[in-house]
C-alpha cells in the first residue's frame, strides 16, 4: 500500500502536466459535443448525417495531403533540438510546411470537382453535393492547423499544439452556430474552415518567433554540426514521414471507413445516430492524445540522447495516467449509452448498443496507451506500418462480412476490434524491438 502511494506521489508531477494538457483536450470535448448537440438539433439526423458525412471526408482528404509529415516534423523538430542542431530544425519545418500546404491544395481541388460523383454515385445522396463541395475550403486550414500542432509538439509546447490542432475550432465553430450565424449545412463548413484557419494562424505566431530567433545566416545549412557521441544521425524527414503517412492514412481510414460504408448501406438518419456514438466513443481518444502529444517529444528527445531510463519512465508515466483519466469515462460510456445519446435529441439511441462496443474497443486502447507514439516517435515507423495495414485487412474482411449483415452493430463491432488490435500490436511490438522502453533491462 505504502509503495503504490509512493508511486502515485512521484507521479504527480507529470500529472500535473498531463492534466493541463488534458484540460485544453477538455475544450475540445466540450466544443465538439456542443457541435454535435446543436447541429443535431438545429438541422435534425439527416442533415446532421450530412455534416458528419462531410467531416469524415475532410478529414480523410487531409491526412492524405498532409503525408505523415506532422509526426516526422514532431520527431525531428525535437530529436535535433536536443543536440543543439538548430540549422536541421529550420530546414525540415520550412520544408515539411511547403509540402503539406501543396498536398492541402490538391486534396481540395479534388474534393470539389468530385463532389457530385461521390455524392451521387457513392453514397446516392444529391442533398450531399452542396455540403461536399463546400467541405473543400476547410481542407487546408485543416491540413495547416494539425501540422502547425505537430512543429509546436516538437518544439516541446504540447498544450499549445493541442489548442492548434483540436480545442480552438470547435469552439469558435459553436460560437457561429450560437449566434444563429450558421442556418444550412454549407455556413456551418464556412465557420468551420474559418475557424481552422484562425487556428492555424494563431499557431504561426510562435513559429515565427523561432525563425526570428534562429536565422539562416545564424546557422550553416551546409553541413550539420558534430553529433556527441552515441547520438545518432537522423535520416531524412522523407524516410520518417513515409512510413508514418501510410500509418496516419491507414488510421483515419479506420475510423472513417465503417462509417463511409454504412452510409452506401443505410440511410444519412442512421450514419447521423451512429456518428454520434462513434465520436462520443472516441473522447477516449482526447485523454490519450491529450497526454501523448506531450510525451511525444519527450519520447523522440531521449531516445535520439540514449536515455533509455528516461524513456522508461516517460512511458511508465503516460500510460499510468491515460488509464487513471480513462476508465471513468469509458465506464461512463458503458453504462449509461442512451442516456448519452439522448442529450443530442430524439433518434440517437438507436446507436446505444454500438456505443458500448466502441467503449469496450477503447478500454483495451486506454489499458495499452500510447505505444504507437512511442514507435513513431523511435524510428519504428516501418513496424508501425505493418501493423497498421494488418487493422486495415481485419478492417477490410470483416466490414464485408458484418456491415451487410447487421449494418449499425456491425460497423461498431468492426470498430472495436480494429482499436483493439492497434493497442495490443503495438505493445507487443515495442516489447519486441524496444523491451527496455517498458521494463528495465536485466542484470547480466
Same mark, same amino acid.
Given at each position: 500500500?505504502?509503495?503504490?502511494?509512493?508511486?502515485?506521489?512521484?507521479?504527480?508531477?507529470?500529472?500535473?502536466?498531463?492534466?493541463?494538457?488534458?484540460?485544453?483536450?477538455?475544450?475540445?470535448?466540450? $466544443?465538439?459535443?456542443?457541435?454535435?448537440?446543436?447541429?443535431?438539433?438545429?438541422? $435534425?439526423?439527416?442533415? =446532421?448525417?450530412?455534416? +458528419?458525412?462531410?467531416?469524415?471526408?475532410?478529414?480523410?482528404?487531409?491526412?492524405?495531403?498532409?503525408?505523415?509529415?506532422?509526426?516526422?516534423?514532431?520527431?525531428?523538430?525535437?530529436?535535433?533540438?536536443?543536440?543543439?542542431?538548430?540549422?536541421?530544425?529550420?530546414?525540415?519545418?520550412?520544408?515539411?510546411m511547403l509540402l503539406t500546404t501543396?498536398? $492541402?491544395?490538391? =486534396?481540395?481541388?479534388?474534393?470539389?470537382? +468530385?463532389?457530385?460523383?461521390?455524392?451521387?454515385?457513392? +453514397?446516392?445522396?444529391?442533398?450531399?453535393?452542396? !455540403?461536399?463541395?463546400?467541405?473543400?475550403?476547410?481542407?487546408?486550414?485543416?491540413?495547416?492547423?494539425?501540422?502547425?500542432?505537430?512543429?509546436?509538439?516538437?518544439?516541446?509546447?504540447?498544450?499549445?499544439?493541442?489548442?492548434?490542432?483540436?480545442?480552438?475550432?470547435? =469552439?469558435?465553430?459553436?460560437?457561429?452556430?450560437?449566434?444563429?450565424?450558421?442556418?444550412?449545412?454549407?455556413?456551418?463548413?464556412?465557420?468551420?474552415?474559418?475557424?481552422?484557419?484562425?487556428?492555424?494562424?494563431?499557431?504561426?505566431?510562435?513559429?515565427?518567433?523561432?525563425?526570428?530567433?534562429?536565422?539562416?545566416?545564424?546557422?550553416?545549412?551546409?553541413?550539420?554540426?558534430?553529433?556527441?557521441?552515441?547520438?545518432?544521425?537522423?535520416?531524412?524527414?522523407?524516410?520518417?514521414?513515409?512510413?508514418?503517412?501510410?500509418?496516419?492514412?491507414?488510421?483515419?481510414?479506420?475510423?472513417?471507413?465503417?462509417?463511409?460504408?454504412?452510409?452506401?448501406?443505410?440511410?444519412?438518419?442512421?450514419?447521423?445516430?451512429?456518428?454520434?456514438?462513434?465520436?462520443?466513443?472516441?473522447?477516449?481518444?482526447?485523454?490519450?492524445?491529450?497526454?501523448?502529444?506531450?510525451?511525444?517529444?519527450? +519520447?523522440?528527445?531521449?531516445?535520439?540522447?540514449?536515455?533509455?531510463?528516461?524513456?522508461?519512465?516517460?512511458?511508465?508515466?503516460?500510460?499510468?495516467?491515460?488509464?487513471?483519466? $480513462?476508465? !471513468?469515462?469509458?465506464?461512463?460510456?458503458?453504462?449509461?449509452?442512451?442516456?448519452?445519446?439522448?442529450?443530442?435529441?430524439?433518434?440517437?439511441?438507436?446507436?446505444?448498443?454500438?456505443?458500448?462496443?466502441?467503449?469496450?474497443?477503447?478500454?483495451?486502447?486506454?489499458?495499452?496507451?500510447?505505444?504507437?507514439?512511442?514507435l513513431a516517435m523511435t524510428g519504428?515507423?516501418?513496424?508501425?506500418?505493418?501493423?497498421?495495414?494488418?487493422?486495415?485487412?481485419?478492417?477490410?474482411?470483416?466490414?464485408?462480412?458484418?456491415?451487410?449483415?447487421?449494418?449499425?452493430?456491425?460497423?461498431?463491432?468492426?470498430?472495436? %476490434?480494429?482499436?483493439?488490435?492497434?493497442?495490443?500490436?503495438?505493445?507487443? %511490438?515495442?516489447?519486441?524491438?524496444?523491451?527496455?522502453?517498458?521494463?528495465?533491462?536485466? =542484470?547480466?
Amino acid at each position: 500500500m505504502g509503495s503504490m502511494v509512493s508511486r502515485l506521489w512521484s507521479l504527480a508531477p507529470a500529472m500535473a502536466v498531463y492534466g493541463v494538457g488534458v484540460v485544453v483536450r477538455g475544450m475540445e470535448v466540450i $466544443g465538439k459535443f456542443l457541435l454535435y448537440v446543436l447541429a443535431a438539433r438545429r438541422f $435534425g439526423v439527416f442533415e =446532421a448525417g450530412l455534416f +458528419f458525412l462531410c467531416l469524415t471526408w475532410m478529414g480523410l482528404a487531409s491526412t492524405i495531403a498532409r503525408m505523415g509529415l506532422e509526426r516526422a516534423l514532431t520527431r525531428h523538430l525535437a530529436a535535433a533540438a536536443a543536440v543543439k542542431d538548430f540549422s536541421s530544425v529550420r530546414s525540415d519545418l520550412l520544408k515539411g510546411m511547403l509540402l503539406t500546404t501543396c498536398g $492541402g491544395v490538391v =486534396a481540395a481541388l479534388l474534393t470539389y470537382a +468530385f463532389a457530385e460523383p461521390v455524392s451521387i454515385h457513392l +453514397f446516392g445522396e444529391p442533398a450531399l453535393v452542396a !455540403p461536399m463541395q463546400t467541405a473543400a475550403l476547410a481542407i487546408v486550414p485543416w491540413t495547416l492547423s494539425v501540422v502547425i500542432g505537430g512543429i509546436l509538439a516538437g518544439f516541446q509546447q504540447g498544450v499549445l499544439a493541442q489548442l492548434i490542432q483540436n480545442s480552438l475550432w470547435p =469552439a469558435l465553430t459553436v460560437l457561429g452556430l450560437v449566434a444563429h450565424a450558421a442556418n444550412t449545412i454549407e455556413d456551418l463548413l464556412v465557420f468551420l474552415a474559418a475557424a481552422m484557419l484562425a487556428a492555424a494562424a494563431l499557431g504561426v505566431l510562435p513559429i515565427l518567433r523561432f525563425l526570428a530567433r534562429h536565422p539562416a545566416s545564424a546557422t550553416d545549412t551546409t553541413t550539420s554540426p558534430a553529433l556527441p557521441e552515441g547520438v545518432y544521425a537522423m535520416p531524412a524527414l522523407w524516410r520518417t514521414a513515409l512510413p508514418l503517412s501510410v500509418v496516419e492514412i491507414v488510421q483515419v481510414s479506420l475510423s472513417s471507413l465503417p462509417m463511409l460504408a454504412l452510409g452506401m448501406f443505410t440511410d444519412a438518419s442512421t450514419v447521423g445516430a451512429f456518428s454520434v456514438a462513434h465520436r462520443i466513443s472516441m473522447m477516449m481518444w482526447v485523454v490519450i492524445l491529450a497526454i501523448g502529444t506531450i510525451s511525444a517529444p519527450r +519520447f523522440a528527445a531521449s531516445h535520439r540522447r540514449g536515455d533509455m531510463a528516461e524513456l522508461r519512465r516517460v512511458n511508465a508515466n503516460t500510460r499510468l495516467c491515460i488509464t487513471l483519466l $480513462g476508465v !471513468p469515462m469509458i465506464a461512463v460510456m458503458m453504462l449509461f449509452p442512451s442516456h448519452l445519446l439522448s442529450i443530442l435529441g430524439n433518434g440517437f439511441e438507436i446507436a446505444a448498443t454500438a456505443l458500448v462496443i466502441m467503449a469496450a474497443g477503447q478500454l483495451v486502447n486506454c489499458l495499452l496507451p500510447c505505444q504507437d507514439i512511442l514507435l513513431a516517435m523511435t524510428g519504428y515507423g516501418v513496424q508501425l506500418r505493418t501493423l497498421n495495414l494488418l487493422q486495415f485487412f481485419t478492417c477490410i474482411v470483416l466490414g464485408a462480412i458484418l456491415l451487410p449483415a447487421f449494418g449499425l452493430v456491425g460497423c461498431a463491432i468492426v470498430t472495436a %476490434i480494429c482499436i483493439a488490435q492497434g493497442a495490443i500490436g503495438a505493445t507487443a %511490438i515495442v516489447w519486441r524491438v524496444m523491451p527496455e522502453a517498458l521494463r528495465p533491462p536485466r =542484470a547480466a
